[in-house]
């Protein structure tokens, strides 16, 4: 199954395919999807949070703006203020390095997992859900 698929199939959608955003909504069900990497070489988190956004991420190394920056941070905010429920899938990076610009997905995970939301400096995680969203 293509991630399109998978995505569609949660009824969630994004508003570029073209570039493949890392986030979706279902504003049917009020649901945020985003796709968390897992990174082979970073130190893990003890707490088992996965980085789903941060705010440099506006642009990619060569300046050029990231299209999927302004929706996904729509979609952190539809979580923390509008009560929409966050799900995360794992994905595992092939090319790039998404903490410092584009990144290329090499294969990701088919199952949605509920997740709590909380920032730490300029970074959002995902969290393993607790019922709080901690800006």
Request: glycine residues 8%; neutral net charge; proline residues 4%.
């Amino acid at each position: 199954m293509s991630k399109k698929q998978f995505i569609e199939k949660a009824g969630a959608t994004c508003k570029n395919w073209r570039n493949m955003a890392w986030s979706f909504v279902n504003h049917a069900d009020k649901v945020v999807i985003f796709g968390a990497f897992e990174f082979p070489d970073a130190e893990a988190r003890s707490d088992n949070g996965s980085i789903i956004f941060a705010d440099d991420w506006q642009t990619y190394d060569n300046g050029h703006k990231a299209p999927g920056y302004k929706p996904a941070r729509e979609n952190i905010e539809r979580v923390l203020r509008e009560g929409y429920e966050l799900k995360t899938f794992k994905q595992e990076y092939g090319e790039g390095n998404p903490l410092t610009g584009s990144a290329k997905v090499k294969s990701f995970e088919e199952k949605l997992e509920k997740r709590s939301l909380l920032r730490e400096g300029d970074c959002w995680y995902a969290l393993p859900y607790t019922g709080h969203n901690k800006p």
